[in-house]
């Protein structure tokens, strides 16, 4: 299969497991108040970070990548996170997923996404990736911002022409649909 056809496949795989936690999800008030909170920091970071991004024609450090240099992966793990715990099931399933979702993450996406977007990056980009990897984090941010970042301002058009209005729009309707079947 084609690079692009793993990836379409992977994107697939997490949609059908969030369209499968919300179909039988069984949520509480205090589930969906706490998992919101997770979800709407990750989404506010993607937000921020799609803000920011030109994907292919320059090396982005500014916003969220002054700490670290991967915060759309942070904002979809929070996202996950908080999906899993809106959508109680029963016998603590949702933990079991979302469990197991953080060792997919960690034990084969981000270390791939690690192999090969530095390679890439730093083919394009050169020293100034190598100084930019030495000194920001994979996914855990920095407590500061690193402060050889640029100081190129969020604008909406990147937030939009990333489409991340339509994980924004997604988020919004699993949200309310979880809201709606808590209460």
């Known amino acids: 299969m084609s690079p692009r056809g793993l990836g379409r496949l992977r994107v697939a795989s997490v949609w059908l497991?969030?369209?499968?936690?919300?179909?039988l999800a069984r949520p509480t008030?205090?589930?969906?108040?706490?998992?919101?909170?997770?979800?709407?920091l990750g989404e506010l970071l993607r937000c921020w970070a799609a803000g920011h991004l030109r994907k292919t024609v320059k090396l982005i450090t500014s916003g969220p990548y002054r700490y670290?240099?991967?915060?759309?992966?942070l904002g979809r793990l929070l996202i996950f996170t908080g999906?899993?715990?809106m959508s109680t099931l029963p016998f603590f399933s949702n933990?079991?997923?979302?469990?197991?979702?953080?060792?997919?993450?960690?034990?084969?996406?981000l270390p791939r996404k690690e192999r090969i977007e530095p390679a890439r990056l730093r083919e394009t980009h050169g020293e100034r990736y190598d100084v930019y990897f030495d000194a920001v984090p994979a996914l855990f941010p920095r407590r500061t911002p690193w402060p050889g970042?640029?100081?190129d301002g969020w604008h909406s058009s990147r937030l939009t022409r990333n489409r991340e209005h339509w994980m924004l729009l997604a988020m919004a309707l699993i949200s309310s649909f979880l809201f709606w079947r808590a209460y």
């Open 149 to 151: 970042g640029s100081d």
């Open 17 to 23: 497991l969030v369209g499968l936690l919300v179909t």
């Open 29 to 40: 008030p205090s589930s969906v108040f706490v998992g919101f909170v997770f979800l709407l």
């Open 83 to 85: 999906i899993s715990i």
């Open 68 to 73: 670290t240099r991967n915060p759309l992966y």
């Open 95 to 109: 933990w079991v997923l979302l469990l197991a979702g953080y060792a997919v993450f960690f034990g084969y996406y």
